[in-house]
Structure formats: structure tokens, C-alpha cells
């Protein structure tokens, strides 16, 4: 069974450019996760998908943060303008059915 | 809000150590409770997952508790080797009506065993 796949690995911007992140969840997971991770920090959940609707995305920050899971498969999520704050590693993530959750190795975003 | 505290932030051992990670959660409306191993440029591996109605779970070296009502687990790691390095985080699933299926985190522990 292939893992959850992500891209790009790492990326460098300047603050108030744009950036978009990608996740391919393991196949016929249904519910996908893209939590931000700080350094030194647990991760914090973003947003939760159930196939192509969003169940939580209570703690996402609209105004610059937005993310999209079109036909309920792979997604991708974009920050818009970034700022210094936003340098994290985002993990995506899935579930299989035991609950156990697989993560993908995560994208670190510095900016700059 | 459910609060996750890992205790020690950072332990270093020689090979061979028994040793014991600490997690505490101050809101017991958990789901179930997961233990995660992260490795430096990489994402988070799951090591054991308790439910809410169990008490522990083993896998090989690994032994992890779960006690609700004192809002504790903790990860047991039997005869330490320089391949368990690595920073562990447990998660919690949430049970509560707000924020059901949400999962918290702690900062992790980092571990270091040295030969």
C-alpha cells in the first residue's frame, strides 16, 4: 500500500508571496488532514476533510490560508499572502479505518 | 480546550535503558489515544493506538498505557537502542461534541540513545 504523498519537500519564499503545498492521501481514504507544524511544536490541525467537504476547518486562518479537495481525492492547500509566522512543516495525513492516522513527510515552508 | 503536556521535553540514555515517556490531558472525553514516533525531516509514524475503553497496548519494546481518569499515558520502551532516537508525540482523539475527531498533540519528547 503506497503512503501519503506530498509536495514539494521543502520550499523558501519571501513573506507576501504565495505558496500552495499538494497531498495524494493513501488510496480509498475517505477522511484527510492538513495539519501546520512549528518547530519545537505538535502539530496543529488546519483543517479536516471527508472526501470533497470540509468537516473542521475552525482553526485555519481564512484570510490568508485555503485549501481544496476536488473529488475527494488528492488537495492542495495555499497560503496567500504568507507571513514570517508561517514558516512550519505541513504534515497531510489520513486514516485508515483502525483510526491509526498515516502521515505523509510533510512540506517545510520558510519564509522569508 | 483540551491541553496535551509530554514530560521530559528531552532525554538522553545510554543503549540498553528501560525508560518511560510521560502524557498528560486535562479533558478525559477522549476517543482514543495515539502514540507517534517523528524522525528529524520526517513525518510522524504511529507506534500504538489505545482506544478509549482500553488500558494498554504493546508492540514489541513498546508498551503504552492509558488511565482516563488521571488524565495520564505513558510509553514504555524496553532495552533502548541508538535506532529509537527520535522525538515521540502522542495524540488524542477527541470525544467531545465540539470538537469530535479533532486530534491535540503534545510538543514531544525528544530522545536520545547513545551507544
Known amino acids: 500500500e503506497a503512503g501519503v504523498a506530498q509536495s514539494p519537500r521543502y520550499k523558501i519564499i519571501e513573506k507576501r508571496q504565495s505558496v500552495a503545498f499538494w497531498c495524494n492521501p493513501i488510496?480509498?481514504?475517505?477522511?484527510l488532514y492538513w495539519y501546520q507544524q512549528i518547530l519545537g511544536q505538535g502539530p496543529k490541525l488546519l483543517i479536516q476533510f471527508q472526501n470533497n467537504g470540509v468537516v473542521d476547518d475552525s482553526q485555519l486562518p481564512k484570510d490568508r490560508f485555503s485549501a481544496e479537495r476536488l473529488k475527494g481525492v488528492d488537495s492542495t492547500l495555499k497560503i496567500q499572502p504568507a507571513k514570517l509566522e508561517d514558516s512550519a512543516v505541513y504534515l497531510c495525513a489520513s486514516p485508515a479505518g483502525s483510526d491509526t492516522q498515516y502521515f505523509g513527510p510533510g512540506t517545510r515552508l520558510t519564509v522569508l | 480546550k483540551q491541553e496535551v503536556t509530554q514530560i521530559p521535553a528531552a532525554l538522553s540514555v545510554p543503549e540498553g535503558e528501560n525508560l518511560v515517556l510521560n502524557c498528560s490531558f486535562t479533558d478525559s472525553a477522549i476517543y482514543n489515544l495515539q502514540w507517534f514516533r517523528q524522525d528529524p525531516g520526517k513525518g510522524l509514524t504511529s507506534l500504538l493506538l489505545i482506544q478509549s475503553s482500553q488500558r494498554e497496548q504493546t508492540s514489541g519494546r513498546l508498551n503504552a498505557s492509558l488511565d482516563k481518569s488521571s488524565g495520564r499515558s505513558t510509553l514504555y520502551i524496553a532495552a533502548s537502542q541508538p535506532g529509537d532516537s527520535a522525538t515521540y508525540l502522542c495524540?488524542?482523539?477527541?470525544?467531545?461534541?465540539?470538537?469530535?475527531?479533532?486530534?491535540?498533540f503534545g510538543r514531544g519528547t525528544q530522545l536520545t540513545v547513545w551507544p
Open positions: 495524540a488524542l482523539k477527541s470525544d467531545r461534541g465540539s470538537t469530535l475527531g479533532r486530534l491535540y
Open positions: 488510496s480509498g481514504h475517505a477522511t
